[in-house]
């Protein structure tokens, strides 16, 4: 990436989302590709934040916020319907990039009046959010191949699934 620059992550975005909506790679499921622009706008906004010298003001940000939250609410709870045009006509593309922009807003913004108690959580979370979803992932599925090789059936594989994956998605990940 250090190479080609931004420029790299927002064409593989594409193509890999091109690729999956014209089905050109024979799945089951497409989602592989036409999601994987959500992995990679969460890389280009890190990628940017730590070149990015410019804050957004707090009222632009709140603004901009607030109107993202309210439109994704107002399309899950069918108060509003997404125009057909191609990438944000469907709802989990535009969850995807509200979600991506989000986050490039509150990374660039001035919230330091947050109380210290919520921005040394905010901190610590946010340095292992993503070792704690990996984790997590592996710890699921530890827990799936466990109930299919011991044939688990009815409630007890939420006996196993639940405890198995939160004690070891704590303590590796923590």
């Known amino acids: 990436m250090r ?14 989302f091109v690729i ?6 024979p799945m089951d499921s497409q989602k592989v590709f036409t999601m994987a622009f959500s992995f990679l706008g969460g890389m280009l906004v890190g990628s940017m934040g730590t070149q990015q010298k410019k804050q957004i003001p707090k009222t632009a940000a709140l ?9 994704m609410s107002m399309i899950v709870n069918k108060q509003i319907h997404l125009p057909d045009i191609p990438v944000l006509g469907k709802a989990w ?21 947050l109380p210290k108690g ?11 959010s993503y070792s704690t979803y990996l984790f997590h992932e592996i710890f699921v599925a530890l827990s799936v191949l466990f109930i299919l090789k011991f044939k688990v059936v009815g409630f007890t594989k939420l006996l196993i699934t639940f ?7 704590y303590y590796f990940a923590c």
């Open 3 to 16: 190479r080609f620059g931004h420029k790299a992550l927002v064409i593989l975005g594409a193509v890999l």
């Open 20 to 25: 999956g909506s014209l089905q050109i790679v």
């Open 63 to 71: 603004i901009t916020l607030t109107i993202l939250f309210c439109s």
């Open 93 to 113: 593309n535009y969850f995807t990039i509200a979600s991506v922009l989000a986050v490039f807003i509150l990374y660039n913004s001035d919230f330091s009046r």
């Open 118 to 128: 919520l921005k040394d959580f905010m901190k610590k979370y946010g340095e292992i």
């Open 163 to 169: 405890p198995i994956t939160l004690v070891g998605t």
